[in-house]
Structure formats: structure tokens, C-alpha cells
């Protein structure tokens, strides 16, 4: 069967479900339940009837029929004898949530486990981990309940996590923003490793952005030459936390990075920021940003974070500029920054954006637009949707504020990369330059059957 | 009268209330409809007999009463008969919301309308602000309609801000996270300047933290004696912005908002959390942080933040880990950081703030909770509110993740400072100890009555 039994498994036991609600294994079972799962689904709970109203088993070895997936809720002593009943059952996929390893100190313990898994042969992910998140196959392993954790739509980043906590937060963090995600495995301290799943998802055609949260690498050769390969095809990005503290082992990994073709984040807010930006961000054919705005100071923030990262500003060209002095009031300053100030409506944007993308000297565009200002309708919406649509070149939004900016922020990134704020906003439009400038490789261009004709 | 009145006036003019729903005079008087302002409201407009049910006046001087206060929401060519009516209805304290000098290239009428204010002695909010909100009189001059940009409940931040639209944005996002604002003013590029609301807001006692967004300063010497003074009583934090592109002039105004105690943000969100931390955070005895927390990766990325700006771990003492042995599962590793792992409920919180707040080797605790872990409950909030108010010793929360997460965060900014990210957090709590370390000036203690007894 192999890895992919994880994310579409057409059985899965939950061992160790519990009756009490606030309990990990109970909720994982609730979320199954919830999520309709269309597959053979066996509870194993020696010490109750039924569970959530389902028929319980006492061993997953008294399940009848044969199950491809077990997911192990127990406390950590028992996890021996469970992975022996999996193997007896030829289970070779198994999710182990609880940690109490080497984690809590038990490092004789964990030794003992790595043995077990290599005798059987077994494909085990975790312990200490959250499992498995598909938004395509809808299986999702996350002991977290849904009214308090939310869940991503379906998109193209997928995510690849050490820590359980970190991976709950991005998860989080994408569904609060309208950010797509495609997979999402946390693979916690002892099996299954990074790599792993690196090279299943560089083969993933839903796949275009990797994303990676990595605390110890457990087998840092391994890691790189997978990245090198997966790099050429799609883009990883990948924060490298509890990072030894001397300056030259920092600028180690910052190499090894760089040649695996790995475009580094400091910060999970940039980790999630790059992401994005990768999976929507077109390519621009050079640096120089014409900056749109309604509102003054917001534009000198954004040429203060440009200034920062070495972006430039671009200068307008004679017929554009002449086009927008006929066309907009006279007190608008035809500059870069444009300001097209506090009162502008959507028309005024429309006429300000549609001349910047047809200047051949513009490369990218930063639209500033705060939807708080009475001017401005709700149509905005499906107008940057039809301008980012209608042409190759880059366009960013930047929409600070506070409920109802968010709000809006969150409907424009359906369609295009938006930020709360200029310094988030610069830094991924920075990072995607800098993908493209330094990381990208150019795929061979396939041969168009139309041209031949 | 004097600068106090556009915090208080009695009575106010709105002079271009228009009857567009979109236009700006109209969304102010909304405003103040809304708000129902219990002073005297004259409305003018001579192209209309009334505006949203009120009786209007051809000219300011036609109001038969007096007025205090005028604001004036008009193009810019009017402004010049308008401020000549002003002066002859004996008004001094008078509002320009709009645009169209200096800002759009007017250098020369700009020039003939600073000449026009100093010939008059009249006190001029403006032209291209936003004006006044304060959220005890209640007053509310930002054209920003309720339903797109919220406003903050009464806290003990002022904010002087050169830019509108930075303005508005703050103050949308401290409603958002439920963070109290004092005053509010958006002074713009001609008249009053910072330092005079610097001043001011020095000697007002609702004020406890001082917060500026400055682009260009008017009088530089003036600005810098003004925080000398006034940050000698309460902190200032602040921004520059459009910085000079060299080194050199960065490092003179370095140097300089040194010299004069102001702490300076880097970003809107560093400028939004330092005032936030300054209003509610305590003077920690030392640099030492315990950090507690249910998930292990978050506590990972809050340690690579503190060795980031140089903030160190505390070691818990004997008495304490013999304590927390003994009362923790065993499953949990009794260290800094002390991660109570996934499944930790509200008492096991409980149970390892309460000693490490009684640890003297501990100076401040950051407490990283997921809320979204089904075994918290939403007691904790009375929890973490009881605990930090049963102590002098600093606690900062990090709550980080989506929707309910930041609804449980902004419920505990109301009792402490509390943070979404590691790296906003360890920035934050990093100014803080700044400010005191450097910038603090303590107190001469008042003679206390009882210890004379």
C-alpha cells in the first residue's frame, strides 16, 4: 500500500476512542463521525459497549474485516502490544497521536519502539503527532474540535509539520484567512520522517507549494537531497526552529538551505505568508513597484518596507501619465506613490490600476486600499478580481485595519495575494522575488502541437 | 478656550454636511447622529434646506447661537472664506478634514493659509485629517462610517498621528482587539503639530501611554523639548516613517528619539503592541522568563525569539520542581519550558503558574495556551485573570491560531497583554523591559500618612 494509505484509506481503525468528550481519542472520533467518512470505520475501546454510538471491539484483531489504516489514541505504555495487533492484522499504516517518549525522557523506551517498527516493517506516523489532514479525501486525524479549530478549503499548499502545536496553528491560521490547503501531515518524533512525505508530495499533482516546519532533522542528508530534487519541480519554504545558538552553525544551515533550493522563513506569520504568495503570485519580470493607494501614510509605510528589502519603485512613463491627468480629479498628485486620496471610489482605482498594468515600466503592482472609507463599494471585490485576471503581471493588495477590513481582505484573497500590512506584505512579495530570482528553474518548454501546425 | 475644546466643546458646527451618503460631511454628521451628542449641533450647507432631518444654515455666521467647535468638510477653495467666517463668529478651534494644498503640489496657497491661521490666532486641526475621537466626551469627527471601521472602548492610549489614514487603521485595529484608546487625533500637515497635542495629552490624567505616527516633524526642537518633558511622567512610543534613506540621518533620529525617552516601532504592528504593552504591562525585576505552555513547537519558536533579542530563561527553583513532580502527571517534563503537553486542562495550568509566579529565580512568566485543545475549558480566562492580578510579577500571554482563538485572546487582552505570535509577544516584552531599563524615570515616593504613624 505505501504512504498514500494515509491520506485515502478505505478503512481505519481508531484505537482508544474514549467516551469522555474532552478526551483526544473521543474527539478524533467525533470529527470521523461529523466528516461522513465514507469508509469501513471499527472502534476499538476494550472498556465500553459503544462509543459516540458506535459498536466497539475490544482488540483491533477482533475487527472482521481487514482495516488500512489504524489510528492509536492510547497512553504510551501501551503502544507495544497495539503494534503488535496491527501487524498480526497486516496493518502496516499506523497514526500514533500521544507523545511519552523521548519527549518525557524515556529514551530507553523510544529505542525500543524504533526497533519494534523496523522488525515488523511498519509505516508508523508519530508518536506525538496530530496525523493526517486531506482536504481532497477529507480524512483528518486532528484531535482538535472543529467548532474550536477550524479546517482549510481545499488548496494547493500543502504542509508538512514536527510539531503537532505548530501544525494545528497553521491549519488555524489558513482557514481563518481563506487559504487553501491540499495536505497537511504533523509527523511528530520517532517514524515516519520529512523526507518522506517531501518526495510523496513532489510527485502530487494537487500539490504546488511545500511548506515545512522542522525542529530536529532526523536525517539531515536524506532531507537535502530530497529537497534538491522536489525544489526543481515546486517550491519549498520552510522555517528551521530550535536552532542552535552560535552563528556559524545558523549560517550552516542557512547554505544547506540555499542549495536545496529552500526559501527560508523567520517567523510563522512569513511562513504563511510565503506559502500563499507561491501558490497565487505570478512571476514579474523585474522590481519596480508602482504603489496605489487611498490613503497617504499607508504608502509611505509600504516605501519605507520597499526601501528595507532593496525593491524599487517604478516611474511611470509619459502615456500613462498623461492619461491619468485627464483622467483623474486635479488634486491627485500623479506620482508614485499614487495617492488617489481618501474620497476615491472604485472607478477611481479602476482607471489608476488598468494604466499601471499597461505601462511597460511597471513591473508589479502594490494596491493600498482601505475598504473602511464610505467611497468605496463592495463591487471592489469582483473589480480586482477582473483586473488581476485579465493580465501576466503581479498585483498585491495591502488591506490594514480591523473587522470589516479583514473581512474584505479575506474575499480578495480568494482571488489574489492580500496583506494586513505593508512590512507583511513587502517581505512575501520579497521572498517571491527572490524564489524566482535565485530558486526557480526554468521547465523545458513543452512543444505546442499549434506552433508545429 | 484653547486645545481642550476640540476634546469637550459645548457646541459644533459641521460645515459641508453633504446629503451624499458617500461623501464625507455626511458620514461625519451621521456620526455625531448617531452618537446622539449632547451639545448644541448647527449644521451648514446652502445647497440644501436640511441634511439627514436636520435644519441647516446658509453660513456659519448665520448660526444664532454660539459654537465652539467647526468642522469643516469641504473642498479646498472654500476653506479661506470659510476660516475668515470663523474667525468673524469668534470661533478659534476649527477642524479642515479635506485635502488639496502642499499635499497636491498648493505650496503657494498653502503658504497664504498658514499666513491667513497666524493673522486670525486660530487653532487649525488640519487641513487632510481626520480629526478628534475621544472616548470619554465621546466626540468622533472620523468620516469612517461605524459599520467599516469600529472604535476602540475607553482605555488609557492616546494617539497622535500625522496620517489619516494610519490613523484610522490603528484605531480600527485597537477595536478589534479590544484594546481601549483615550484620545485620538490626526493633526495633518499645516496647522497644531504633534508636539502641542504632546503637551497636552502630558498633563491629561486619563492618559497613561502616549503613541505617535510622525512622517515629518514641524519643528523638530520643539518635538524633542516636548517628549523630554512630557516623557519624564508617561511613556511615548512612536514611529517615524518616510525615514531618510541614509544610514546617517536613521542613526541622528536613533540618537535623538533616544536622547528624549521615546521608544521607537519599526512597523504599525510593533507601534500598535508596545503602546499596548506599556498601558497594562508590569515592571519585571529582572530578565529572567519562564515560559509554560500545552504545545512544544510554540515554546520552541518563543525560545529562538528570546535568544533573538537577548531575553533569558529562568531556572526554577528546587522547591518549586519538587513541587511540580509531585503534582504533575508524570508524562511531563518538569523544565523551562515547561510544556504541559496536548492534553493539559485548566488546573494543570493552574497548578504550574501559581508556583512559578511563587519562584523568586522567575521574573516574568509567558504563558503560550491553545485554547483550541479540548481539554481547556473557558474558565480559563477567570483563571488567568484571578492569577495575574494576585501578583506584582509580569505575565504576557501567547494565544496563537484562528477564529477562536483570537476571540478567547482578545477576552484575556482585557485583563493582560496578550499576543498571537511568539514574535510579536518576545518583541513586545522586549520594549517593555527596554523602557524600563532605559527610558524609565522613577517616581520621587510620596510620603506615605501611614508609615509616619
Same mark, same amino acid.
Given at each position: ?11 481505519? *481503525? ?55 489504516? *489504524? ?37 530507553? &523506551? ?65 482557514? &481563518? ?141 509619459? &502615456? ?31 482607471? *489608476? ?21 464610505? *467611497? ?75 506552433? &508545429?501546425?
Amino acid at each position: 500500500m505505501g504512504l498514500k494509505t494515509f491520506f485515502e484509506p478505505k478503512s481505519i *481503525a481508531i484505537v482508544g476512542a474514549s467516551r469522555h468528550p474532552r478526551k483526544i481519542g473521543n474527539v478524533i472520533l467525533r470529527n470521523f463521525l461529523e466528516l461522513k467518512y465514507s469508509g469501513n470505520l471499527y472502534v476499538v475501546n476494550p472498556n465500553a459497549e459503544e462509543v459516540l454510538g458506535q459498536k466497539t471491539y475490544n482488540s483491533i484483531k477482533e475487527v472482521p474485516e481487514p482495516v488500512e489504516l *489504524a489510528i492509536i489514541a492510547t497512553p504510551s505504555e501501551k503502544i507495544f502490544s497495539l503494534l503488535e495487533d496491527c501487524s498480526s492484522k497486516k496493518i502496516k499504516e499506523i497514526i500514533v497521536i500521544g507523545a511519552g517518549f523521548s519527549d518525557s525522557g524515556n529514551v530507553k &523506551q523510544e529505542e525500543k519502539l524504533k526497533e519494534l517498527i523496523k522488525k515488523k516493517k511498519l509505516n508508523v506516523l508519530g508518536p506525538n503527532c496530530l496525523g493526517i489532514y486531506d482536504s481532497y479525501s477529507g480524512i483528518d486525524t486532528l484531535f482538535f474540535p472543529r467548532e474550536k479549530l477550524d479546517r482549510p478549503k481545499k488548496g494547493a499548499i500543502s504542509l508538512v509539520c514536527q510539531s503537532g502545536s505548530i501544525g494545528a496553528i497553521m491549519i488555524d491560521k489558513m482557514a &481563518q484567512e481563506n487559504c487553501g490547503i491540499r495536505r497537511f501531515i504533523s509527523y511528530g518524533t520517532i517514524g515516519l520522517d520529512e523526507s518522506d512525505f517531501i518526495e510523496l508530495l513532489g510527485k502530487d499533482d494537487h500539490t504546488k507549494v511545500i511548506c515545512l516546519y522542522i525542529e530536529n532533522l532526523k536525517d539531515g542528508r536524506k532531507f537535502l537531497d530530497a529537497c534538491k530534487r522536489v525544489s526543481k519541480k515546486k517550491p519549498i519554504v520552510a522555517i528551521k526552529t530550535g536552532l542552535p545558538k552560535t552563528k556559524e552553525i545558523k549560517n550552516i544551515y542557512k547554505g544547506a538551505f540555499k542549495q536545496a533550493r529552500i526559501l527560508q522563513a523567520e517567523t510563522l506569520d512569513e511562513l504563511f505568508d510565503y506559502a500563499r504568495i507561491l501558490e497565487k503570485g505570478k512571476r514579474a519580470s523585474g522590481n519596480k513597484m508602482q504603489v496605489i493607494t487611498n490613503g497617504g501614510g499607508i504608502a509611505t509605510r509600504i516605501l519605507d518596507e520597499l526601501d528595507k528589502v532593496g525593491l524599487k519603485l517604478a516611474e511611470l512613463g509619459k &502615456q500613462t501619465i498623461e492619461h491619468l491627468h485627464r483622467e483623474m480629479p486635479s488634486f491627485v498628485n500623479i506620482s508614485n506613490p499614487l495617492n488617489l486620496v481618501a474620497d476615491a471610489n472604485d472607478e477611481r482605482f479602476k482607471i *489608476a490600476i488598468e494604466s499601471s498594468l499597461q505601462d511597460k515600466g511597471v513591473d508589479a503592482l502594490i494596491v493600498s486600499l482601505m475598504p473602511q472609507s464610505p *467611497a468605496i463599494t463592495i463591487n471592489i471585490i469582483k473589480l480586482m478580481k477582473g483586473l488581476y485576471e485579465s493580465t501576466e503581471k503581479p498585483m498585491y493588495l495591502v488591506v490594514p485595519g480591523g473587522s470589516f477590513a479583514d473581512t474584505i481582505k479575506r474575499e480578495f484573497e480568494e482571488h489574489l495575494p492580500s496583506f494586513s500590512s505593508p512590512a507583511n506584505a513587502v517581505k512575501a512579495i520579497k521572498a517571491l522575488e527572490k524564489y524566482y530570482s535565485s530558486f526557480y528553474v526554468e521547465k523545458p518548454k513543452a512543444k505546442s502541437k499549434t506552433s &508545429q501546425k
